[in-house]
Structure formats: structure tokens, C-alpha cells
């Protein structure tokens, strides 16, 4: 049996989000002790465990409990649908990729200047890109949106000879 810290914590989860779980009827302890303290069975924990997993594909938590109560046979209907959502968001995201590639590419004023450079990369530090892992976002955005990627190089003031030797040599580290 598990104390409700103690099973908060095996999942990355607060004490008071685990509350609200239950509060919504995702979670529902196995019993309480002698004190009236939440105690979790390994129910408890099978089940939080499709939560927690449902919760990382972006299922909202309105639905997580459809997805729980479905028979085994039937959640694949459930999974497709939640499929179906995920690539129109990443359409939905393309498209708003473009669409702020298009709107760099409009602020000309900037186009190939070192101080636009030296802005991006403060930005990125902003954000958390590091060196450790420069490479990996351009991975990723070469593998996801090539076209894309090519673009913001170009615009950043790389020429094409510089972005296939950046890109090879990107290769060569992956």
C-alpha cells in the first residue's frame, strides 16, 4: 500500500493533483488506514498508470475516464480517434510554422544580418536551447519540415552551399 505522498510522487504528480484526480473520479483510493489516511493498492497503480499515460498523449482529463472505463476491445476506437486529433494538430501547427516563416521573411530589414543572428541565439538562450542540444532542435526541424528549415537558414543569411555542408555535418553527429 502506498500513502498518497508517496503515490504523488512515483507518478511526478502533487499531492493536491492526485486530490483532484480523485475529486473527478479518475482515481479512487483502495482504503484508508486506522487515521483516515489515503492508502493506494497496486490497483491503484495499474490504473494511475494509464492516467498518467493517457495524460502524456494530450487526452484531456474530461475523457481519460471514457478511455479507463472502455473494454479492452474498445479502446482502440478511442486511440484512432485521439490519432485523428493529433495530426490535425500538427497540421494546425505547420501551418502556423508558415505562416510566422513567411512573416520573418517579410521583416526584410533584418535579412541576413549578423543582429538578427545574435537576437535569435539570445532568444534561444531565453528559452532553454543550449549547446547540448542546438543540434537536436535542427535535427528535428530538418526531419519534421524540411522545407521549413531550409527556409529560416536561408533567412538567417546562410547561403546554399553553407546549408548542405551544415546539414551534413548535422548528419554526421546523429
Keep these: 500500500m502506498y500513502t498518497i505522498s508517496r503515490f504523488a510522487r512515483m507518478f511526478g504528480l502533487s499531492r493536491s493533483t492526485l486530490l483532484y484526480y480523485e475529486k473527478i473520479g479518475l482515481i479512487d483510493p483502495a482504503q484508508r488506514n486506522a487515521s483516515g489516511y489515503r492508502l493506494y493498492g497496486e490497483e491503484d497503480k495499474s490504473r494511475m498508470e494509464r492516467v498518467v499515460l493517457y495524460r502524456n498523449i494530450g487526452v484531456p482529463l474530461e475523457r481519460i475516464r471514457m478511455y479507463l472505463d472502455a473494454p479492452a476491445d474498445g479502446i482502440l476506437p478511442l486511440l484512432v480517434t485521439r490519432l485523428i486529433a493529433v495530426n490535425s494538430e500538427i497540421d494546425r501547427l505547420k501551418g502556423q510554422q508558415e505562416i510566422i516563416l513567411g512573416m520573418i521573411e517579410a521583416e526584410g530589414s533584418l535579412k541576413g544580418k549578423k543582429q538578427f543572428l545574435a537576437q535569435m541565439v539570445a532568444f534561444g538562450k531565453k528559452v532553454g536551447i543550449t549547446e547540448s542540444n542546438y543540434g ?15 527556409r529560416l537558414l536561408e533567412y538567417l543569411g546562410f547561403s546554399a552551399g553553407d546549408i548542405e555542408i551544415f546539414l551534413e555535418k548535422l548528419n554526421e553527429k546523429n
Aim: aromatic share 6%; proline share 7%; glycine share 0%.
Design 136 to 150: 537536436k532542435i535542427h535535427r528535428v526541424f530538418e526531419k519534421t519540415a524540411p522545407r521549413a528549415h531550409r
